[in-house]
Each structure stands twice: as structure tokens, then as C-alpha cells.
């Protein structure tokens, strides 16, 4: 049994590891009755890549790619691979992922799973909606290929099924041509919620990739909410004689005893950072990984929450009430002086996912990272919660470790057309939470 | 070296399903200037899939697979004289084995005869036929994976390190023998490294190294000619101490 613990530390329990390595993989290790669960990177914030005192399939050795067609950009891979892996092999030829999250230390199982997004839903969609094809292995042995096309009722469950389907071995993924592996960026301050929304909603025309950090306590006054707001496009060249930025891999080295993110940090990182970026306003080029992944070059930056890990917030809220509900939310957390240096808020397109569980949806996104202060960071929750149900919104399962289960209920109403899906024998601490199983 | 700006450049991996394997594989063609890379194993479907991964990462290289016996001394000879057929490898990578279960072999000398054949025997058998064919040109590159376990007989698994024992005394002989000619040999000896053949250990907790770290060392030590190389480097202190270690010690350890 290893100690497993996911990306917000708030727990380790023990797990019985099994690393998966056959080819072609035709059954799922398990003792009899124990439930299981494929594992990734652990990149998931709460308990949806967690299954305690159960078994826990590690992908991570079934990296491979498996095949590569030049002429429709489709390509096959096992589900263990990095979408970094993906990005370095492609991006040099011309090709990237059409969507990847914040980090590229993710798998493609993961985002497939969790039906990731990214920071142009607005034009792109999610994850899933670039998967042609993927091989789902059930704990009975059965293969079952699915896709948009081929069986897609299966592939509407597994895409953001939260890994409850079946374990995904293989899949097809089409990526999109790019002119270079820089981007055209543009910084832009802006003081107020209305600022924020007129930005978004000039910047979804013209501009693929859209996202904003927020100060989370600036919000006390909507007409006083400051962040910075984020746009680029695929940029036509490199910069003359730019190379790619090397790795320059640091490593928080041990988690401290209290959270590095506190009362007294808050304030004055969040001023710090919003003056900083306020005189970089104005357009640049720069490569996708720093604008995308920028925080992948910090190892184990989890660790600055802590010992007692960290919670992660995120939710959407339907465009209509975007501007009321946000403010609320940024209100309370202002209110109760917790809060983040990473918090994001962003506009989602008018798009529905794959996915019947899928996260995203029309409407605005916000998310937090919280330190773990126990009862008092889930008081705050509560509050939170009570605004987005108010709004008709939900949260996203993949950085989640404690929604009650009637707002999953009520945020995710295809829940029970979902459940008929799920691999009897694979359970997460996630579904034993919301789902009683 | 210098020669790794040259576009043909051919390399031979043998044991090329290993995980080590594979990730060398991976940065050499991640580096270029690779023009052809030989996968040689047993079993043909498994090495057809990691050329597969290969050829998806690196269009412009060809990657070819050759299956055969690499216990037997005529297959051993006959593989390697195919491989010369179409030229000799510039670079050749030693690095299949096993980890024998030590309480087995100890029980069951059929099984410490197999696992001192398939990790002390025919790697040396192999680093020799491919010698014989780079001496004459006087260039190329061995690379040979060892072990830190081949440094001092432990209970816990001698039979495995009595073999890597065997490899690094063969390949201190080549280096001597080869001294000057212009070919290398290099002796990589990774410590224990998260791969399928330690995932026992794993599942115990224990910490390994990165597969992507020891790979890293290999193609690094191959490609400055270093002697012997340690993987990750803190190995090299580790098993000094362990080296020295008064036998009254050592004797008194669980190790």
C-alpha cells in the first residue's frame, strides 16, 4: 500500500498501487471485490483521482504514441501519454492540441475524464471535442471503442465521466495546424467588473485564447474589482533568432508547516502582481508554454499551501447572471480575507460539452485556490455555493474535494442517464461522495 | 561527440522493449541527427510497438526492428553480422535484463542459471560482437547498462548482482583493450529506477529514480565517452560507502 495523495494535499491514504505496463492491456489488476480507479499524474485537485484502501492503476507507464496521419491531423496515442509529450513531439511540426488546461503535466486519460478546458472554449471547446475515437477497457474485459460517430452514448458518458467508465487505454485526438509555436499576446489592466465583461466579450470575435487573473480581494466593490486581462493569437513567425524557453525546472522544496498564502501575503502579493503586470500593458510575443503552462516550471508549487493542502473553487454560472453572481462571490471571499494569488475568471463560449457530466458551459468561470483553515474555509464554501445554486451553476468535479451532493445533483442534470455507464467494479472517493457508490 | 551532427548516423538498441531503452531511444531522436535506429529483442510485436511510439516522434529518422535470440552465442553472432550487413552502427546501447527473484534462485538453480545468463553473459557476449565490428574502423560508441548491485554482493539479490558484477569487469577489459582506438565503452549503472521490472518495490514505497532521469545519464555519459556513470550521480557515493564497508559491518546489515 503507497501513500497517495492528490494535487491539493488535503489527505494520503494508503492505496494499493498497480502499475498497468501490458500490451495490449486485457484486463484491469484487482483483488476480488476491491474497486479500482486509473491514476494519472494526479494533477486533479480533490477526491475524483483518489480511491482509498482500493486499488489505484498507474498509466503513467503507457505513454506511447501509436500512430500519426500528416494529412487530417489525427493522432493515436495510449492514454497514459503527457499532453506535454504531445505538445513537444507537435508543436515544432506545426501541430499543437486544439485544448489542453493550465498544465501539460496532465495525461490524455485525465482530459478525456475530466473533459478539460482551457483558456479558448470559446472557440475550441473542450477536450473532448477534438477526441475522435478512444478505447475504453471495463473491469469485465470487454474493449469497447467509441466516439462521436460510434457508439456515442458510450463516448458522451466516458468523455468527463471521471474515469467511472472504464479505464481509457488508447485514443485518437485530432490536432490543429498552427503557424509557429509563439504567440501574439496582448495585457490588458482593467478596474472594474463591467471592464472585465466588455473585454471579454470584445476579445471572443477576434481573439483565441482569453483569460483573466483576478485580485480576489479587490471585490468588496464591483466597481473596484482589478485584474488583469489576458488575450492572444497564434502568432504567423517566431521572433527573429527566438528560441524555445529552456527547462529550468525549480522545485518547492518541502511543504511548511503553515500556509505560505495567508492574511498577511495576501494583500500585498495581489498589489504587487497587479502593478507589476500594469506596466507590461501592450502587446508581445511569446512562446506557448510560459503563456499557457506558466506555472509548470515550478515543481510542487502545492506545497506552498502547506501542510494541510489546499481547496481549489471553480465554478460556472450561466452568462445572464455572470456580472451579479461574480460579484457575490468575490464580495464573500473578500469578506472573509481568504483567498489566492491564482485566482482565475474567465468567460466560457456559447457551446455545450460532450460530455454528460462535462464542466463547461455557457457562462463565466471563477477559480480560487484556498488554503485548507478547515471549518472556516468550508463556511466560506457554503456561501459560495448558496450564489452559484441561486445562479443556476455548478462546480467542477476535477478541483473539487467537498461539494454537498445536491448542488452535484442540481448542477449536473444528466446525472442519471450517466450512472447506466459506470464500470461496477471502479469507484473514486468522488463518487462514493456524490454518487452513494 | 562530434559525430553527432552526422545526419546517417545509425544506432542499435538491444533490449529495446526495456523502459531505460526506450527513453534513451526517445531523446536521441528528440536530439536528431539520427538517421537510422535498429530495435533489436525477442519478441517482434512488442518491438514493432515501440518503433511504432519512435517513428510517430521522429518522422525523419527510419526505425526498423529486428527480432532474435540474444542468449545464444551463434544468434548473438548472427544478429549482429545482419546488423553489419547494412553498415556499422555508430552507437550501440546494451540494455536488456531481469530481476530474478533472489529466494527463487537460491531454491531453483535453473532460475539463477537464466537470470545469470540474460543479465551478465549476454550483454558481455553482445558489447563483444559489437567490438569486433567497430575496432577495425576504430569508432563508435558501446554503452552497456549495469547496476549499482553489481558493486558489492548483497543477500537480498547476489545472483543479479554477481551477473552486473560479470558485465563491469567486461567492459573494464574492452575499455582497457580499446583504449586509444577510438571506439568507447561506457558502463551506465543505474540505481533502482521506476520501471515495470521495480514496480514491486514501488508498490512498497520505495524511492526510485525517474526512468526520464537514468535515461538522461545514459545518452549524456554515452555521448562524452565517460568510463563509467553512475545514474542518478549520488549512486556513486552510496555505493562507495558500500564498497568500504568493514565486513563486520556490513555483515550486521539487512541489505
Given amino acids: 500500500m503507497v501513500a497517495v495523495r492528490s494535487w491539493g494535499r488535503l489527505s494520503a491514504e494508503d492505496h494499493d498501487l498497480r502499475v498497468l505496463s501490458e500490451r495490449p492491456l486485457t484486463h484491469l489488476p484487482r483483488d476480488p471485490g476491491q474497486h479500482g480507479l486509473a491514476f494519472g499524474m494526479g494533477r486533479s485537485y480533490g477526491d475524483v483521482c483518489l480511491n482509498p484502501g482500493g486499488a489505484l492503476w498507474s498509466m503513467r507507464g503507457l505513454d506511447r504514441f501509436i500512430a500519426w496521419d500528416e494529412a487530417t491531423g489525427e493522432l493515436t496515442c495510449e492514454g497514459g501519454m503527457l499532453l506535454r509529450d504531445i505538445q513537444r513531439s507537435f508543436a515544432p511540426r506545426g501541430w499543437m492540441l486544439p485544448v489542453t488546461p493550465g498544465t501539460q503535466l496532465a495525461t490524455v486519460g485525465g482530459a478525456i475524464a475530466n473533459d478539460v478546458h482551457g483558456k479558448n472554449h470559446h472557440v475550441h471547446g473542450s477536450f473532448g471535442d477534438h477526441v475522435q475515437e478512444l478505447r475504453l477497457l471495463r473491469t469485465d474485459g470487454t474493449l469497447i471503442r467509441c466516439g462521436p460517430q460510434l457508439h456515442p452514448d458510450w463516448f458522451a458518458a466516458t468523455v468527463g465521466g471521471l474515469g467511472l467508465t472504464g479505464v481509457v487505454t488508447q485514443a485518437t485526438l485530432r490536432l490543429r495546424p498552427v503557424p509557429s509555436a509563439w504567440l501574439d499576446t496582448e495585457t490588458l489592466p482593467y478596474g472594474s467588473l463591467n471592464e472585465f465583461f466588455a473585454l471579454a466579450d470584445a476579445s471572443e470575435a477576434g481573439w483565441e485564447h482569453t483569460v483573466s487573473w483576478i485580485d480576489c480581494l479587490s471585490g468588496g466593490d464591483p466597481g473596484r474589482t482589478r485584474g488583469i486581462f489576458l488575450r492572444a493569437n497564434a502568432a504567423p513567425d517566431a521572433p527573429p533568432g527566438a528560441q524555445p524557453p529552456r527547462d529550468h525546472q525549480r522545485t518547492v522544496p518541502f511543504a511548511p508547516p503553515v500556509s505560505l498564502v495567508n492574511r498577511l501575503s495576501l494583500r500585498p502579493f495581489n498589489a504587487a502582481y497587479y502593478h507589476l503586470n500594469r506596466r507590461r500593458a501592450g502587446r508581445a510575443l511569446q512562446h506557448y508554454e510560459p503563456f499557457s503552462y506558466p506555472l509548470d516550471n515550478l515543481q510542487e508549487w502545492n506545497r506552498i499551501y502547506g501542510r494541510r493542502g489546499f481547496y481549489q473553487y471553480q465554478c460556472v454560472v450561466p452568462r445572464p447572471h455572470g456580472p451579479d453572481a461574480v460579484a457575490a462571490l468575490l464580495h464573500q471571499i473578500t469578506a472573509s480575507g481568504q483567498g489566492s494569488f491564482l485566482g482565475v475568471l474567465k468567460t466560457f463560449g456559447n457551446r455545450e460539452s460532450v460530455g454528460l457530466l462535462s464542466f463547461p458551459q455557457p457562462g463565466v468561470t471563477l477559480a480560487l485556490d484556498f488554503p485548507n483553515l478547515g471549518e472556516r474555509t468550508l463556511r466560506l464554501f457554503e456561501q459560495l455555493d448558496a450564489v452559484v445554486a441561486e445562479a443556476g451553476g455548478r462546480l467542477y468535479p476535477a478541483k473539487d474535494a467537498r461539494m454537498p451532493r445536491a448542488l452535484f445533483e442540481a448542477g449536473y442534470p444528466r446525472l442519471a442517464q450517466f450512472l447506466p455507464y459506470r464500470d461496477p467494479n471502479i469507484r473514486s472517493a468522488m463518487s462514493l461522495r456524490l454518487m452513494g457508490d | ?255
Avoid at chain 2, 214 to 219: E, L, S
Avoid at chain 2, 222 to 245: D, E, F, H, Q, S
Fill in chain 2, 1 to 255: 561527440m562530434q559525430d553527432t551532427l552526422n545526419q546517417s548516423k545509425t544506432v542499435v538498441i538491444v533490449g529495446a522493449t526495456s523502459l531505460i531503452a526506450q527513453h534513451c531511444a526517445r531523446q536521441w531522436l528528440a536530439v536528431g541527427g539520427i538517421g537510422r535506429m535498429v530495435l533489436v529483442g525477442r519478441d517482434a510485436a512488442r518491438l514493432q510497438g515501440v518503433a511504432d511510439d519512435l517513428q510517430v516522434r521522429q518522422p525523419q529518422a527510419r526505425v526498423e526492428v529486428l527480432a532474435g535470440d540474444v542468449t545464444q552465442a551463434a544468434s548473438i553472432a548472427a544478429l549482429v553480422q545482419r546488423l553489419a550487413a547494412q553498415g556499422v552502427p555508430d552507437v550501440v546501447l546494451i540494455a536488456h535484463g531481469s530481476l530474478p527473484d533472489q529466494p527463487q534462485c537460491q531454491t531453483d538453480l535453473a532460475s539463477a542459471e537464466e537470470a545469470m545468463a540474460v543479465n551478465g553473459l549476454s550483454p558481455a557476449l553482445c558489447a563483444e560482437a559489437f567490438a569486433g565490428l567497430m575496432q577495425p574502423l576504430g569508432r563508435g560508441t558501446i554503452g552497456i547498462i549495469g547496476s549499482v548491485a553489481g558493486d558489492r554482493g548483497r543477500k537480498s539479490n547476489y545472483v543479479y548482482g554477481a551477473a552486473k558484477g560479470l558485465v563491469e569487469r567486461y567492459a573494464e577489459g574492452l575499455q582497457h583493450r580499446l583504449a586509444g582506438t577510438g571506439v568507447q565503452v561506457v558502463l551506465v549503472k543505474p540505481g533502482p529506477t521506476d520501471t515495470p521490472m521495480t514496480a514491486h518495490l514501488k508498490a512498497r514505497g520505495a524511492k526510485l529514480a525517474s526512468v526520464e532521469q537514468v535515461a538522461q545519464a545514459v545518452v549524456r555519459g554515452m555521448a562524452r565517452g565517460t568510463p563509467v556513470v553512475y545514474a542518478p550521480a549520488k549512486w556513486a557515493l552510496i555505493m562507495a560507502v558500500i564498497r568500504n564497508l568493514p565486513r563486520v559491518v556490513f555483515h550486521k546489515m539487512d541489505i
